[in-house]
């Protein structure tokens, strides 16, 4: 069953975080390669020393990465997801990395969350349930 895709909104960003923004997406697209087990120890790896991020940091970083590659502007939610923690993580901050799935119809989604909430998705996120949560390391967070 195929649906329709409409990409999302580029944004206007500096030239600066155009560069770290590609980076993230070329990074991400070797890292979605590996297997769901490996890919969460390397990014849980990636946690160390990061402190939480604010949404408004997950959605600029998001932003940015919708706005350098059509693939994470469309239907490429996993590179999306990790492109964008990759370069929350440039800056010092790390979001809640996930994934999960939908079951009527089947789909699998990945995104980024802030304090549990999804950053940049729309009301049907709330159709999925998490499967793999990679958050900042809890010696880090924030008192909620």
């Not at 195929?2 to 993230?24: G, N």
């Not at 940091?57 to 994470?72: H, I, K």
């Amino acid at each position: 069953m195929t649906f329709p895709v409409v990409p999302e909104q580029r944004t206007r960003i500096t030239l600066r975080s155009a560069i770290a923004a590609r980076a993230a997406v070329a990074a991400a697209w070797l890292l979605i390669r590996l297997s769901p087990g490996r890919l969460r120890r390397l990014l849980r790896a990636l946690t160390h020393g990061a402190r939480p991020a604010t949404e408004a940091e997950a959605l600029r970083s998001r932003q940015a990465v919708v706005s350098v590659s059509r693939a994470c502007a469309g239907q490429g939610c996993l590179q999306r997801a990790v492109a964008t923690v990759l370069l929350c993580r440039l800056r010092g901050a790390w979001p809640d990395w996930c994934t999960g799935v939908r079951t009527r119809p089947f789909r699998a989604h990945a995104w980024v969350e802030v304090n549990r909430r999804p950053v940049g998705e729309g009301e049907d996120i709330q159709l999925f349930r998490t499967l793999i949560r990679v958050p900042v390391r809890e010696d880090r967070r924030r008192d909620t």
